[in-house]
């Protein structure tokens, strides 16, 4: 046994050997039986290395009956005082694995009644805290059946009013577009217009045209009829070649009068009678004016500040 397994550990290993060095230079196929040749001889290696089990001798039992003579009848009086020897136990002419297989079955006996007992004792207290749950369903709404007819007709005017509408939107936009690319050009043509004119007026003083005599230009009053009492002031603007604008704007209007704040009065005092009384009159025979209040000290202000901030 022992030459046959070195045999086949050296052809695996000089096969593998021949495979590593010359695996480059192999075909497909003899790199495969290649590999198959070296797990057979591996695995042929393993097995041949497993030793077998010997049988255990069986284990002769105690003889039954004792060879030793009878006692006599005083020898049994006299061990009759002696307890009674020990016997063995059931597993003392078992094997090794018997008794094992003994101590697994009680231990696996014990765990499974201390399951038990745990399961018990869970559904005593599950019961024992078990809430009775009561579910209240509300109106439930059942939903209606809803049928759409669809016909071609409906189809058919579904497109046009989406066809009319795209067109719609379109022609908004290139409305837009051209509305906004015509004020662009009036406003081009504003302001080369104003430029002109300003450029052509550039550096004119025109009341100095206009005080020189036969300007030849005609001079127009705006107002006409101003109101009088008034501060006026005068513009010239020139509208064309022949024509002057005089705008005259009053210099004091917009102005207003401060009114001074009127004092306020205190009411007269009543008498007993609801009459007024009486001024006092001074030796000069003047009347007396009447005395200032008196003005709160500090700790009276702060009390009358913070009862305002409370309020």
């Known amino acids: 046994m022992g030459f046959g397994r070195t045999v086949t550990g050296l052809a ?15 075909t497909s196929n003899f790199k495969w039986m290649c590999i198959a040749v070296i ?7 393993i097995t041949m290395g497993a030793p077998k089990q010997a049988a255990r001798p069986a284990r002769k039992a105690a003889p039954s009956e004792s060879s030793e003579p009878e006692p ?3 020898e049994q009086e006299i061990d009759s005082d002696i307890p009674e020897p020990v ?7 078992a094997t090794l694995r018997e008794r094992k297989m003994a101590k697994i079955q009680s231990a696996q006996s014990k765990q499974e009644e201390w399951i038990a007992a745990t399961l018990v004792a869970q559904a005593d207290t599950s ?37 009319i509408s795209q067109r719609k939107i379109k022609h908004d936009e290139i409305r837009k577009k051209i509305e906004m690319r015509r004020r662009g050009q009036l406003a081009d043509i504003r302001a080369s217009t104003a430029r002109m004119w300003e450029e052509q007026t550039a550096g004119e003083d025109l009341v100095k045209l ?27 603007v020139r509208i064309d070649e022949g024509r002057i604008l005089k ?20 009411p007269p005092l009543l008498g007993p009678d609801g009459l007024p009384l009486p001024a ?14 008196p003005l709160p000290d500090a700790s009276s202000a702060l009390a009358q500040l913070k009862k305002e901030m409370d309020d």
């Not at 009775?132 to 439930?140: G, K, N, Q, Y």
């Open 210 to 236: 206009l005080q020189t005599p036969g300007h030849g230009h005609s001079v127009l009053d705006s107002p006409e009829h101003p109101t009088p009492g008034h501060i006026y002031g005068a513009t010239f």
């Open 127 to 163: 019961e024992e805290n078990l809430v009775e749950v009561t579910l209240e369903m509300e109106d439930v709404h059942v939903a209606d059946e809803f049928v759409v007819e669809v016909s071609p007709e409906s189809v058919e005017n579904a497109d046009i009013e989406m066809a």
């Open 72 to 74: 006599s009848v005083e």
């Open 87 to 93: 016997t063995g136990k059931e597993l003392d002419g």
């Open 280 to 293: 006092l009159i001074g030796s000069d025979g003047a009347a007396l004016p009447l005395p200032a209040l």
């Open 247 to 266: 705008l005259r704007t009053p210099l004091d209007d917009g102005f207003q009068q401060v009114k001074k704040k009127e004092e306020p009065t205190l």
């Open 39 to 45: 797990l057979i001889l591996t695995f042929s290696w």
């Open 12 to 26: 695996a290993l000089s096969i593998a050997a021949f495979y590593l060095l010359f695996a480059s230079s192999l």
